[in-house]
């Protein structure tokens, strides 16, 4: 951390998003609704240098992510760069492209630790989610890859109305699979979420009930999975560290190398945001106006500011202030003192009362033309 400015701090880990191909379309993907196209994404040479950045930073894991970050070719290599810096490396991946051979030598090269998305526990209901004809075999043959490769696993399981009355076997799912740890979380509505909530929304008493599946999963499985659970925020009262505060913990860079303090921050369509190939990642972290706009308290409407939580929550969400109310500077509608907050609230009423079981996928382009719903399911 040598050289970087102690009265910002340094990000814990990067975020780095090779591609924002993918062969799933799920309508919850968190990459923005315009997705930046192959020949635009960082070579391999630029990506090692982006590593050696952060590194020299004294950043200290690396997160490879995407889209699907196992259809860069260059997989390998930017796993045993990663390797080569000292670098905790972890992949963040849909499975579908991570056959047995390839989990193997990227667990040569170093990789230390996959995280696998499922969509739901039934087959068809998570390939009708995904997008995909056969997703969910692959990602159960990816999983017992990484496995028997002998790296620890994580299953990520985004859940939303069309799958959470499945999340006792989604836990169940978790343990055959020998996760160590299973992230429960609840959609959060910027992006394509936000465009696709009337189908996915749930309804106050589902979030109820999964809650009380986990609180019990978390006592029956203690020493077995470990479950991280992240609830929605439209029927919170309080509102969540969202990335831990704005430009304090984490950095993400896109396919085409923009820097974003959150994955999401593209939503807020009044940010501009810098590029590595134009300047340093320190450069960024420290002076970028995006980063800058938002970091600390001082930033905050009086009332965040005059909070005892202010350095709790960071003032939540930026991205959710910005999707509800149009300014990213409002306070989170989320928190109970928000003159949003009630609007927050209703949406998710209105919303998951809606029955609406038509979502548009995620495609490149999809968002520009005119929208095409594809029925989901009614479990
Ligand atoms: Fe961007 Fe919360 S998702 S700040």
Known sequence: MSNVDKTIGLPMAMLAELTHRCPLQCPYCSNPL?????????N??????VMRQARDMGILQIH??????????????LVKAATDLNLYSNLITSGVNLDEERTQNLAERGLAHVQISIQDSDEQQSN????HRNGHQLKLAAAKAVRKV???LTINAPVHRLNIDHLESIIDLAVELDAARLEVAHVQYYGWAYHNRAALMPKRSQLEWATKVVEKAREDLHGVLVIDYVVPDYYAKKP???????ARQFLNVTPSGKVLPCHAAESITDLEFDRVTEKSLLEIWEHSEAFEKYRGVDWMPEICRNCERREIDWGGC????????????NMDPACEFSEHHEYLVSLAEIDSAK????????RMGAFDKSNVKVAGHSS
């Open 34 to 42: 315009e997705l930046e196209k192959a020949d635009s994404e960082l």
């Open 44 to 49: 391999t040479e630029q990506w090692i240098d």
């Open 150 to 152: 002998g790296l620890p």
């Open 355 to 362: 029955e609406e079981i038509l979502f548009d996928y995620r």
């Open 240 to 246: 969540k560290a969202c990335m831990g505060g704005w």
């Open 64 to 77: 490879f992510s995407g889209g699907e970050p196992a259809l860069r070719k260059d997989l390998e290599d």
């Open 128 to 131: 009708k989610i995904g997008g």
């Open 318 to 329: 930026r991205c959710q202030a910005f999707a509800i109310t149009g300014d990213a500077a």
